[in-house]
């Protein structure tokens, strides 16, 4: 069972920038891994995936420019870089992987999930 715990979220300032790390319990370096979001009262919604090597990655376009997806293998654990932060940020930040190969937006296809981390922008 892969166990996923994220961490880095908190209060920022709009302008501001953020890490999250996402850290497995077991390995997941052959595992696509991403991260989405859910704001208060809206549906979840996909943000970033990578692929297992770190060569591929699939941002989405609200966020492209701003954010960036990593990996540390070795250390079983994802980043993504958050800059030039928004209010329209504010969400709950989840994990996810994925056992196939595909690097993609739908969360159906994430078998595990982390609890998520709080982000809240402020304007």
């Known amino acids: 069972q892969v166990q996923l715990a994220e961490s880095g979220g908190g209060l920022v300032q709009a302008g501001g920038s953020l890490r999250l790390s996402c850290t497995a319990s077991?390995?997941?370096?052959?595992?696509?891994m991403g991260w989405f979001r859910q704001a208060l009262g809206k549906e979840r919604e996909f943000v970033a995936a990578?692929?297992?090597?770190?060569?591929?990655?699939n941002l989405a376009d609200s966020i492209k420019d701003r954010f960036t997806i990593s990996r540390d293998n070795t250390k079983n654990t994802m980043y993504l870089q958050m800059n030039s932060l928004k209010p329209e940020d504010t969400a709950v930040y989840y994990c996810?992987?994925?056992?196939?190969?595909?690097?993609?937006?739908?969360?159906?296809?994430?078998?595990?999930w982390g609890q998520g981390t709080q982000v809240t922008v402020s304007s």
């Open positions: 996810a992987a994925d056992r196939s190969s595909l690097v993609r937006r739908g969360t159906a296809g994430y078998d595990y």
């Open positions: 990578i692929s297992w090597t770190g060569g591929s990655t």
């Open positions: 077991v390995s997941v370096r052959t595992f696509t």
